[in-house]
Every structure is written in C-alpha cells, then in structure tokens.
Antibody, heavy 123, light 107 residues
Framework: QVLLVESGGGLVRPGGSLRLSCAAS????????MHWVRQAPGKGLEWVAF????????YYADSVKGRFTISRDNSKNTLYLQMNSLRVEDTAVYYC????????????????WGQGTPVTVSS | DIQLTQSPSSVSASVGDRVTITCRAS??????LAWYQQKAGKAPKLLIH???TLEGGVPSRFSGSGSGTDFSLTISRLQPEDYATYYC?????????FGQGTRLEMK
C-alpha cells in the first residue's frame, strides 16, 4: 500500500535551518506531484508547497516563499523540504502528501498523507 | 487567492443525528472541492473529492454536495467514530487552501 514517512523534524532556533524528508513507497513516485502541508499546534491545515512529478515546477505559499525549497529525488523516491530563516510561526507538524492524480500540473486532492514530523522553532 | 470559510466552527451532536457542515469559497471553484477528516493526533484522511465522490472505504452515511461557491458535507446518521475535525479544500489551481475546520463534538 502507499506509505509516506516523514523525518527530519526537531527543535531549531529562530533563523536556523532544517531539512525534512519524506520517503515514499507503494506507488510510482515519479508519476505524482507531491505536497507539503503544515499544522500549527491547535490550528488548522496550511498548504506549504507543491512540486510536479518530474520536479520541474515548484509552488509555494506566500508565507514561506523565498525561505523554503521543495525538491524531490525520483531515483530515491524521496521528497524534501529545505527550510531556511525559520521563524517561531513556522512551528508546526509538517505532513507530506501525495497528489491524487498522476502528472497534475496544479495540484489536486491530497491522498494519502504521512504521519507528520514536528518542527519547533524556539530560542 | 481563494479563501474557504467553513461553518460552523464547531458543532455538538449525538450518535444517530444528521450533521451538515458548509464550506463557502470566495470565488467560483466549479466542483473542485474535497473534504477531509482528521482525528486527534492523526493525519487528515481524504473522505470526498470532486464535491461528491466518496473515497473507497468511506461509509455511505457521508455525502457531499454543492457547486460554484457553496458546498456541504452531510453525515446522515452520526456514529461514534465520526467525532473528529473536518476540513474542506479546493483544488481550483494553486495555491491550494483549506477551510479553517469544523470540530464535531459529542453532545
């Protein structure tokens, strides 16, 4: 079955960097766009970024644009989120999610989701 | 950017009740709307996409309707396992966005 496993979360000081990974299995990774979504403690879901299946085309929420970079290695079935210049307000559980439809250009439904990895930005 | 507004923010209901949650988009999104269920400490789960298409394994007591800017999720006969938070999400281009969530609590 489709499995997404995030890793790389942790505690980081404001201004610091962190790289999240999402290991995918159970489907043809290179065929599907992938998303990162985050959820601050006690809050709702916030879409963060999307990358197309071949990696050519990345899109970001305004709140992270210029600081976060989404990328993928289709040879390793792995999705990444490089987070730089971290702020306290970036504290959240970060989920990776598979796009519903293959080769989507602009994203679709998100299914399934990984279990999430927590990121805490605090001094 | 498209904003999604869910109502109510929270609702209390009893097992067996019929519950309806609404989601209003700031502009027309056709039928590009999905609903997710999230239980405490868990990842969201896709329930319905394309406004009214149930994902495999989702009980038939869940249904979705609407088009354009106004959408709804209905649970016809609430079961104990349905207590959760529900989110709508549009897929009418990027950026994708979610509603703020509706918490369904036991009455």
């Amino acid at each position: 079955q489709v499995l997404l496993v995030e890793s790389g979360g942790g505690l980081v000081r404001p201004g610091g960097s962190l790289r999240l990974s999402c290991a995918a299995s159970g489907f043809t990774f290179s065929t599907y766009g992938m998303h990162w979504v985050r959820q601050a403690p006690g809050k709702g879901l916030e879409w963060v970024a999307f990358i197309r299946s071949a990696g050519s085309g990345e899109y970001y929420a305004d709140s992270v644009k210029g600081r976060f970079t989404i990328s993928r290695d289709n040879s390793k079935n792995t999705l990444y989120l490089q987070m730089n210049s971290l702020r306290v307000e970036d504290t959240a559980v970060y989920y990776c999610a598979k796009d519903f439809a293959p080769s989507s250009f602009t994203g679709n439904w998100l299914d399934p989701w990984g279990q999430g990895t927590p990121v805490t930005v605090s001094s | 950017d498209i904003q999604l507004t869910q109502s109510p923010s929270s609702v209390s209901a009893s097992v067996g009740d019929r519950v309806t949650i609404t989601c209003r988009a700031s502009q027309g999104i056709g039928s590009y709307l999905a609903w997710y269920q999230q239980k405490a400490g868990k990842a969201p789960k896709l329930l319905i996409h394309s406004t009214s298409t149930l994902e495999g394994g989702v009980p038939s007591r869940f249904s979705g309707s609407g088009s354009g800017t106004d959408f709804s999720l209905t649970i016809s006969r609430l079961q104990p396992e349905d207590y959760a938070t529900y989110y709508c999400q549009h897929a009418y281009g990027l950026p994708i966005s979610f509603g703020q969530g509706t918490r369904l609590e036991m009455k």
